[in-house]
């Protein structure tokens, strides 16, 4: 009992530092109007945020913050995500206070927190070397392509049990099951154990935002202790009976730890799951609601791998990182000294007028829709982004021929979440939709 009220009070004090003080601090300043502030805690969060990235793109390449720069440039964030000197911005680099500094690392409760060290996406080289290569020789071309099967034979159970339905959650029945039934696969995940990673899912993904609530912190750590005992169990299991998934390959070169295999094997599942749900869903909405470009897509089935480009482009499923300078940095004529956090909102980056015309317009034949940053670029660039692509690719084809009259059946719901950008709720229905050559006015941020 003792232990246990312990182990509560660090966790307390650790999201005080981490989430409570800078929530009390974006929410005064959002009240005052700040566009940052707003995107990150304010009502907007969870909205339509690109009235405020353009708010704070018309205030220069880079607008600065009294503790963080922030920039919606395609080409600074560019930049910045391939420049050794801003490093990945962790909890092991936060400019804090010593004091601080030293709570923070005796509270570490040493979970496997994809949103912390050892987490690949938290380490720059030479740990990030280390931990990459292992995930990186797995997902081969080949690997990824052997999946394809899998992929088209989980959508067509999953069209085949909602067929005959006369409404039907794309989210719940479609969207969340598939990524989540293939990343299962991935990580050797039992049949039994599946159905939990969706609440999991909910449960850790507002962890990669910053001012989270108290109540959504624990619960969300929590869900990591209890996935990372499972975790720890299943890389016991693969070790002494190996098998030919992705993960099991991972976890017989022998190269990482304990504590960083269970890591990994959060963060194949958070990313994995996290960015084609998203992906999938929010291309399902901004499809109905513009039935020109699906019109285009049934004549010609050819266009889905740009139309998924363009998905991402115009409704990135990660809508921001950050980068923190090791040293001083002139950038865009300003001094930037060390230590310093830049915010980098991708979703902002995606719309910049000087790389994509007409940026606010979805266009499926958009000739440059790939250069959009929605999974980051250098070193760091996303090692699942072709299973994103092809899960992506199969499933909205999948769905659309079965259903070539899907029509909404409701307002789709938004997941309140300032990094990842998503829905948690569409409800749809077979019916005939409504004939029409013009786009709907677009809702979708």
Known sequence: MVRRTLDRFRLRLRWAILDGLPRAALAVQARCGDPLARLLVGPQRGGDPYPLLEQIRDRGRLMRKPLV??????????????DSRFVVTSTTNLNLPAPLAWLIHRTDPQLAHPGEPPSMLQ?????????????A????????????????????????????????????DYAAPLPAAIIADILGIPDGHRSQMLERGDSGAPLLDIGVSWRTFRRGMEMLRASGQEINAQIDH?????????????????????????????????????TTVNLIGNAIVLLLQHPDQLAMLHADPDLWPNAVEEVLRFASPVQMTSRTTACDVELAGHHIPAHTTVALLLSGANRDPKIFTHPASFDITRTNAKE???????????????????????????????FPTLQLNGQPSRRNLATLNGFSRIPAAPGVAPHTTEPTPTTVP
Request: glycine content about 6%; some cysteine.
């Open 123 to 135: 380490v720059d080289p030479p740990e990030h070397s280390r931990y990459r290569h292992p995930v």
């Open 137 to 172: 020789h797995a997902f081969t071309p080949k690997a990824i392509d052997a999946l394809r099967t899998r992929v088209i034979d989980v959508s067509t159970a999953l069209l085949d049990r909602i067929d005959s339905s006369a409404q039907f959650d794309l989210i719940a």
């Open 238 to 274: 693969l070790r002494a009976e190996p098998g030919d998934g992705i993960f099991s390959h991972i976890v017989g070169q022998g190269t990482l730890t304990r504590h960083e295999l269970a890591t990994t094997a959060t963060l194949i599942a958070g990313a994995g799951f996290e």
């Open 372 to 402: 959009h940053l929605s999974f980051s670029s250098g070193i760091h660039v996303c090692l699942g982004a072709s299973l994103a692509r092809m899960e992506a690719t199969l499933a909205l084809r999948a769905l659309f021929e079965r």
């Open 69 to 82: 720069w922030a920039t919606a440039d395609h080409d600074l964030c560019r930049t910045l995500l391939r």
